[in-house]
């Protein structure tokens, strides 16, 4: 009877660690599937905010060329009026 017992008992140890290796397996998937998604929502938060920074760099930029662009085309065609009533 007792060796039915110690086999019961180491059984029972047998199932008890076999469900924790289990438990910590599923546990360490589920972090590292944490881990990645946070990395991963980083990272598209960063490309975005890049995006976005350039597109308006690049907004700006093509608004002051054409600001200076309309500037230079007042003076040359100023310049051009004054140059044609002098002559």
Known sequence: ??????????DKLYEEVKKGTK??????VLKAVDKAADALSS??????VIVVAMLTL??????????VSGVYLIL????????????
């Open 76 to 87: 040359a065609l100023v310049l051009k009026k004054k140059t044609h009533e002098e002559a």
């Open 43 to 48: 990272s598209f938060t960063m490309l975005f």
């Open 1 to 10: 009877m007792n060796s039915n017992t110690n086999m019961a008992s180491i």
């Open 58 to 67: 690049f907004v700006n930029m093509d608004l002051s060329f054409f600001i």
């Open 23 to 28: 438990t910590d397996m599923e546990l360490f």
